[in-house]
T-cell receptor, first 114, second 117 residues
Framework: GDSVTQMEGPVTLSEEAFLTINCTYT??????LFWYVQYPGEGLQLLLK?????DKGSNKGFEATYRKETTSFHLEKGSVQVSDSAVYFC?????????????FGKGTHLIIQP | GAVVSQHPSRVICKSGTSVKIECRSL??????MFWYRQFPKKSLMLMAT?????????EQGVEKDKFLINHASLTLSTLTVTSAHPEDSSFYIC?????????????FGPGTRLTVL
């Protein structure tokens, strides 16, 4: 079945550092890929998505590119802020994102220090 | 953006009792809702897909008689954990499908922490 593997944290960085959170996936078809973010006490929020190979999703300074050849969807940000501290989940769906349940990675806890 | 609520946010119950968790889409109608379970340091695991007006579809390994799902309206789905035991203690999260002209995505609730004593 489908699966998602992402680096486990916590990941601790200083403010303005460069961020990479690795995510790789296994799927039988051509899934859509997502990054969700969960701030303390809140529900998961969609951060960005990509629905086909070579697509780049971006939002709030975060980017991730759908790499079919390496089955990866790594999350990057050039300069992190304290407010980026949260748990980040990589996920995939066999549909565009709404029709099917999502397969999630374990989540990466990101801590940004001032 | 669209808002999904869950009630209660946390619940403690005795072993053998039943617990109901509500998931509501507050400002949109959702024909499909999903229930997930999250163990500590584990990913969210899809338990079931709930469709308004029809029976839920359960993932392999999820007991239908233990986790009763009812999606009686376009804004409400409920998960009832029947005869709860300590191993049912977990974090339960729902999501609701928003399907419009410009988007087809899921909005997540904040989760419900269940502790069974």
């Amino acid at each position: 079945g489908d699966s998602v593997t992402q680096m486990e944290g916590p990941v601790t960085l200083s403010e303005e550092a460069f961020l990479t959170i690795n995510c790789t996936y296994t799927a039988t078809g051509y899934p859509s890929l997502f990054w969700y973010v969960q701030y303390p006490g809140e529900g998961l929020q969609l951060l960005l998505k990509a629905t086909k190979a070579d697509d780049k999703g971006s939002n709030k300074g975060f980017e991730a590119t759908y790499r079919k050849e390496t089955t990866s969807f790594h999350l990057e940000k050039g300069s992190v802020q304290v407010s980026d501290s949260a748990v980040y989940f990589c996920a995939l769906s066999d549909s565009g994102g709404g029709a099917d349940g999502l397969t999630f990675g374990k989540g990466t806890h990101l801590i940004i220090q001032p | 953006g669209a808002v999904v609520s869950q009630h209660p946010s946390r619940v403690i119950c005795k072993s053998g009792t039943s617990v109901k968790i509500e998931c509501r889409s507050l400002d949109f109608q959702a024909t499909t809702m999903f229930w997930y379970r999250q163990f500590p340091k584990k990913s969210l695991m899809l338990m079931a897909t709930s469709n308004e007006g029809s029976k839920a579809t359960y993932e392999q390994g999820v007991e239908k008689d233990k986790f009763l799902i009812n999606h009686a309206s376009l804004t409400l789905s409920t998960l009832t954990v029947t005869s709860a035991h300590p191993e049912d203690s977990s974090f339960y999260i729902c999501s609701a499908r928003y399907y419009g002209r410009l988007a087809d995505t899921q909005y997540f609730g904040p989760g419900t922490r269940l502790t069974v004593l």
